[in-house]
């Protein structure tokens, strides 16, 4: 390998200023998914000024960049996110979002002003490059059926070698580099179960099916998937979120209806939970007389690292913070859709540490006050700097 690592040059003048402008800009501009208009012509924009690359829009709100070097070899693609969430902010620094009711709350406004970077950087190297690197600028993250999964239909996975992704994370301190091996995201599945029953009067019950003590027992039975039906040792959890019925003190609705989520990794926990979902609100409501209408929307595959791409990153972070802060971050119920690229390549999903208690960057993601460190920025484009170092063959001798 070479004697010094592509992270270790120089940066150009000025672009570690552009860094944060265009993330600052991203910010104060936010959209949501599949309405990334601005945000994707400010990229493709910015893409276009850059020498030596091939920039197109796969879907219309992503863009892509392509980096082909001067010789034959592998292909590598590294992915940013770019949609913003429907939430009001309570920040108030100078920067923040001038759209009501939109928000950059996980940090994508971050993720895309990294890939910036590292495309300017990388593309300054391409003479020496073997192979290709391709910047997916993606749409709607946030939002099923998620724009990875657009983007895979639409090709830009064809002679992939790898995929890499990187996202900014609050709970770990900057400066720290999260690492997972093998499982990392679940796959987040959504139900909706309406209870038919016939409602009337509170005083008279017998006289009616009521939808909200049979939707009770449908709640307090799905907990019983989890904790009696599953193996304890797989990951699974399923959540009820809404409960809605009713409008007055004496009166029993006719319908209610329970919203949720089922989180697992593994097709079949995944199946399993789904069947059995169906069984206890089916059979419950049979029980009490009632009906039930069960909508289940499978949501993006679990995010499962690959064990070699893992490694090689997980070097490449050692290099970058040093070892005792490159952290292993057990597996999260949270779910994200770069799965949707990990089905067709081997790839890994990076956390970038982006808290900062000592500056009041503590709240969570997708909370209004939500926000990162800043400094977390150069790290993120240095590691995709050098996992692009890493995976591909460079000519070191020029
Ligand atoms: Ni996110």
Same mark, same amino acid.
């Not at 900057?174 to 499982?183: F, L, N, S, T």
């Given at each position: 390998m070479a004697e010094q690592t592509l992270t270790s040059e120089a940066w150009p003048v000025g672009l570690a200023e552009e860094l944060i402008a265009w993330r600052r800009h991203l910010h104060r501009h936010p959209e949501l998914s599949f309405q990334e208009n601005r945000t994707a012509g400010f990229v493709e924009d910015i893409l276009r000024g850059i020498d030596g690359l091939i920039v197109s829009r796969p879907t219309p709100t992503s863009v892509l960049a392509r980096l082909i070097g001067s010789r034959p070899g592998k292909t590598l693609a590294l992915r940013a996110d770019m949609d913003a969430l429907p939430i009001q902010e309570e920040n108030t620094f100078e920067f923040a979002s001038q759209t009501p009711g939109v928000m950059h709350a996980c940090g994508h406004d971050g993720h895309t002003a990294m890939l910036l970077a590292a495309a300017r950087l990388l593309a300054a190297r391409r003479e020496r490059l073997h192979g290709? !690197? %391709?910047?997916?600028? =993606?749409? &709607? @993250?946030? %939002? +099923?059926?998620?724009? $990875? $999964? #657009? +983007?895979? #239909? &639409?090709?830009?996975? @064809?002679? *992939?070698?790898? *995929?890499?992704? @990187?996202? +900014?994370?609050s709970q770990l301190p900057?400066? =720290? !580099?999260? !690492? $997972?091996?093998?499982?990392m995201m679940a796959s987040p599945d959504n139900f909706t179960i309406v209870i038919k029953g016939y409602g009337g009067h509170a005083g008279y019950p017998h006289k009616t099916v009521d939808t909200i003590a049979v939707g009770a027992q449908i709640v307090s039975n799905l907990q019983h998937i989890v904790s009696r039906l599953a193996d304890p040792l797989d990951r699974l959890v399923i959540s009820v979120t809404q409960f809605t019925a009713g409008s007055s003190h004496n009166v029993i609705p006719d319908t209610a209806v329970l919203k949720g989520t089922v989180r697992s990794f593994g097709e079949r926990v995944r199946a399993d939970a789904r069947d059995r979902l169906h069984r206890i609100a089916e059979g419950i409501a049979a029980a009490h007389g009632a009906q039930v209408e069960i909508e289940y929307v499978y949501g993006y595959h679990p995010v499962v690292n690959d064990e070699s791409v893992t490694h090689v990153l997980e070097e490449a972070a050692i290099e970058l913070v040093g070892k005792e802060a490159v952290i292993h971050v057990p597996p999260g119920m949270g779910g994200e859709d770069f799965s949707a690229y990990q089905r067709k390549v081997p790839g890994t999903f990076v956390n970038i540490g982006a808290g900062n208690a000592d500056k009041g960057i503590v709240y969570p993601h997708h909370h209004p006050r939500f926000t990162f460190d800043e400094d977390a920025l150069q790290i993120g484009v240095r590691l995709f700097v050098l996992a692009a170092d890493k995976l591909l063959e460079w000519e070191r001798s020029r």
């Open positions: 290709e !690197i %391709r910047f997916i600028f =993606q749409h &709607a @993250e946030e %939002r +099923l059926p998620g724009g $990875a $999964a #657009e +983007l895979v #239909e &639409a090709g830009v996975m @064809e002679g *992939v070698d790898w *995929v890499v992704g @990187e996202h +900014l994370a900057v400066g =720290q !580099i999260g !690492i $997972a091996y093998g499982d």
